[in-house]
Nanobody, 121 residues
């Protein structure tokens, strides 16, 4: 069974930092791309950051320069370091993963249960 478990969320003041973790099981972690999405109340889910199996990263413009995604293949874990948090960052943050297999088909996507991040002004 594929399982993704997020942790590290909480409540911080504007300008503070949090580090989210996503522990995975049931996949060959090294072969999978990983990503963080978030969903704020009343808004659509949006992609925050992604990292490929080769370590290439991408970020939403809104978080570029403030957030850093990384992965530790030895621990089967992906992280999201969030600095200079702003109230607009308040959302439930979700970890997800997947990979392309033969024929253009996807393995996944798989999603975690989410962790709440609240930033007060």
């Amino acid at each position: 069974q594929v399982q993704l478990v997020e942790s590290g969320g909480g409540m911080v003041q504007s300008g503070g930092s949090l580090r989210l973790s996503c522990a995975t099981s049931g996949i060959i972690f090294d072969l999978y791309s990983m990503a963080w999405h978030r969903q704020a109340p009343g808004k659509q889910r949006e992609l925050v950051a992604s990292i490929t199996s080769g370590g290439t990263t991408n970020y939403a413009d809104s978080v570029k320069g403030r957030f850093t995604i990384s992965r530790d293949n030895a621990k089967n874990t992906v992280y999201l370091q969030m600095n200079n948090l702003q109230p607009e960052d308040t959302a439930v943050y979700y970890c997800n993963t997947g990979r392309i297999i033969s024929g253009g088909r996807w393995r996944g996507p798989y999603w975690g249960q989410g962790t709440q991040v609240t930033v007060s002004s």
